[in-house]
Every structure is written in structure tokens, then in C-alpha cells.
């Protein structure tokens, strides 16, 4: 039994928590403050090593990005693989735990190849990404997407799968290709928008 005032789902309460308040903060006044505060910030990426590179050479932007969308590929199909298990979908033959755990490790990697890159690319066009709208969307969705996979998700799972009542595990799993989808859709929409 948790100790904790909000029971045995601290977690999943608090990361809830912070995205209403993310997406509330979103629409209030507070927002345009804060991107003045932070628009010296992306003046500064453009003029990084990073930022000269992203500007002048078109060949070397366009290497990260198709790292950054094979990162982008590993992570889909992380999520797929190991929510299509947990609903019984895809290798039924193979132990649950061990798609999950394997599909956590290529997870955590794509994420680290996809943040990088994505670093490399914002900087090439740091004051044009810094008006979109659709960027901060796509950060407040990936942002919500790590809390909900590392918070949620992976704590859950840690369990024998086998204890977890069947209709928690089958919506945390389309709770999670859902979270993903979203990122992956404001990404896209990132790039029809500029």
C-alpha cells in the first residue's frame, strides 16, 4: 500500500496533473511573457556551431534529419511492438515481459537518437520554429509522451503482467500508441507548417 495522500497512483495523478497545467498555461496571458523571456534562446541556437551548419549546409541538415526520422521509425515501432503484445496483436509466442522490456531499451535509444537530432535541426532554424505554434504543441505532446511512457507506463509494466487486471493493461497500451501518434502527427504537421 503507497503511503502517499494520492494513493497508489501518484503518478499517473501528478503527470496528469502537469499536462492540464501545461495546456491550461498554454492559453493564458503568462505564455506571451514567456516567450519573450526565452527569444534571446533562439537567437543564440542560430548562432551555434550547430546552427551555422544547419543553415549553410543543406546536405549535412538533411543527414540529421533522415537520422532523426530513422530514430523517429525505431520509436513508432518500439511502441507498436510492445502495445501490440500487451493486446495480445503481435508474437503471441514470445513472453510479454521480454517484448516489453527489449522494446523499453530500443525506446529509450530512439529517444536519445531522435532528441539529439532534433537539437541539430532546431538549431539550423531556431527563429523560424520559434513561431510556429505547432512546435510547442509538439513539444508539449513529447514531453507528455516520455512522462506518460517513464512515469506511467514503466511502472506499471515493471509488475508480472500476469497480476495486472487485463483491462488496465489493454488501455495503458492504446493510451500509449495514442500519446505516441500525437507526437508523431504535430512532428508531421510541423513540417507541411513551414
Known sequence: MSNSILGPYTRTILTLGFIILVFGFSFTNFRSDMYVVIFPFFEWMETTWFGIIG?????????????????????????LAAEGRILGLL???????????????????????????????ACGVALKIYYLPVFWYKMLALVSGVMFHFLVRRPLLEHDLETINPIILRMTAISSILVWFLVAATGRWIGFSG
Open 91 to 121: 508474437m503471441v509466442d514470445v513472453p510479454a515481459k521480454t517484448i516489453v522490456n527489449r522494446c523499453h531499451t530500443l525506446l529509450s535509444w530512439s529517444l536519445i537518437i531522435t532528441v539529439l537530432t532534433g537539437v541539430f535541426m
Open 55 to 79: 543553415k549553410t549546409w543543406g546536405a549535412a541538415f538533411a543527414f540529421v534529419q533522415t537520422i532523426h526520422l530513422l530514430g523517429l521509425a525505431l520509436l513508432g515501432g518500439s511502441v
